[in-house]
């Protein structure tokens, strides 16, 4: 039985920061982050947009196109949950209107969240083909101002219904997984910020990968040669860039830069622009390489790349099904990217300092243009609109 992602749309803010702003204001050379980091933009979240508000606006695209009672659970993968206790996607269920014949929970490692919930979800679809399951995976990457981690930036949310007989990617069974116990980014109960010893946290990464993919092979038989396409978690594109290079080059791989872009640039276009959105941003690159690659990639395979600092990392692929175009969201996408509106530097720090969703009451001004907002908080009750 094949299972796997049956329909994928991603949601990001409305307003964004260019890095060329950033640049200026800090005083650093804007080819830092438009090469060296590989950054463009960064998608800013207003105080009336969180995590519940960004799925809303990936997931409903899904909803209208499926009977929405048939959904039976909601994994919702993030690191920047907006309660303690209850799961963002009870928030979610409820905004969306979905069947109370239905369960909700919600997953956290980091960045990594986001595919150990598809991994769940395609094994709850295997144990019961009658499943269907939304997967979520959304965030808000927020780090401390005039640190290192504030280049990279962003957010976003990516919904995916995973089924039986999926119209865009099997995900194949086997994987290569790979956990440690490190403190490269870390986010203690009482911050709204992550702390990050950045420099630690792209060596993390790459060790991962290289034990990912060693327990990967050693899983599945398969090799470099068997992937057509590669997805990474990017924080930043170079970072991407980089863990293609340390791939290829512990598979013994010489590729020709041509073939390297090929492999890597596509699944880059919108993460250069968006930002980082943790959980979410392995599979906004999956959105990106699905909408700008202009090959038609039926029966080929995609490899996914997860990394959670912390740190747990997962390597697995999955096989493009023939007539998935047919099915993408690619324009809704390009249309929300080209839309946001930019932000002066004075502007985003207004935005992030006005975020203060710890008090009782308040009502937040609205800037979230919608379709769905954070409205305000009622004696410590969040509060979402339908615009
Ligand atoms: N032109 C071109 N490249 C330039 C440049 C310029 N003017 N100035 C600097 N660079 C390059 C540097 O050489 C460096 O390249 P390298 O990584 O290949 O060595 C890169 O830009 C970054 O510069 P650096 O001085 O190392 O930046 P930084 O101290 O601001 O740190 C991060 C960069 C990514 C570590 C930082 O942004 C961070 O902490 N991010 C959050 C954590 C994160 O995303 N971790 C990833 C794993 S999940």
């Not at 780090?143 to 981690?149: A, K, L, P, Q």
């Not at 990967?216 to 980089?242: L, N, V």
Request: proline letters at 3%.
């Amino acid at each position: 039985m094949n299972v796997g992602i049956d329909l994928i749309h991603f949601s990001t803010s409305d307003y964004y920061l260019g890095l060329d702003a950033f640049a200026e204001e800090k005083n650093i050379d804007v080819d830092k982050f438009y090469i060296g980091i590989g950054q463009e933009k960064m998608s800013i979240a207003p105080p009336d947009e969180d995590v519940v508000s960004l799925a809303a606006k990936a997931a409903a695209p899904i909803l209208e196109q499926i009977d929405k009672n048939s959904i039976t659970a909601i994994l919702f993968a993030t690191e920047s949950g907006v309660d303690q206790s209850k799961s963002a996607g009870v928030f979610l269920h409820g905004l969306l209107n979905l069947s109370s014949r239905c369960r909700v929970i919600e997953f956290k490692h980091a960045c990594y969240s986001g595919a150990a919930a598809l991994q769940m979800a395609t094994t709850m679809v295997r144990a019961n083909p009658k499943e269907k399951v939304l997967v979520i995976a959304a965030d808000i990457a927020k780090y401390d101002v005039d640190t290192s981690g504030e280049a990279t930036q962003g957010c976003g949310a990516v919904a995916m219904l995973v089924t039986e007989s999926p119209r865009i990617i099997a995900i194949e069974p086997g994987s290569g997984y790979h956990t440690e116990d490190v403190m490269d980014f870390w986010r203690p109960n009482q911050r709204k910020t992550a702390l990050v010893d950045g420099k630690y946290s792209t060596k993390v990464y790459l060790h991962s990968l290289k034990q990912a993919w060693q327990h990967f092979t050693e899983e599945t038989g398969r090799t470099f040669d068997d992937i057509q396409h590669f997805c990474y978690h990017i924080p930043f594109t170079k970072m991407a860039e980089k863990a293609h290079q340390t791939l290829a080059k512990v598979a013994k791989v010489k590729l020709s830069p041509q073939e390297f872009k090929a492999q890597t640039l596509p699944s880059q276009v919108y993460n250069r622009i968006v930002g980082n959105s943790y959980s979410a941003s392995l599979f906004v690159g999956f959105c990106s390489l699905l909408d700008n690659l202009n090959e038609n990639m039926a029966n080929r395979r995609v490899s996914f790349f997860s990394y959670g600092s912390g740190c747990v990392a997962e390597f697995f692929t999955g096989l493009m099904q023939p007539g998935y175009e047919k099915v993408l969201m690619s324009a809704s996408h390009r249309k929300q990217i080209e839309q946001r509106q930019p932000l002066t530097y004075a502007e985003y720090l207004a935005f992030y300092h006005e975020v203060d969703d710890e008090v009782e009451n308040i009502e937040f001004e609205r800037h979230n243009k919608g379709p769905y907002r954070l409205a305000g908080i009622k004696d410590h009750k969040r509060y979402y609109q339908t615009l």
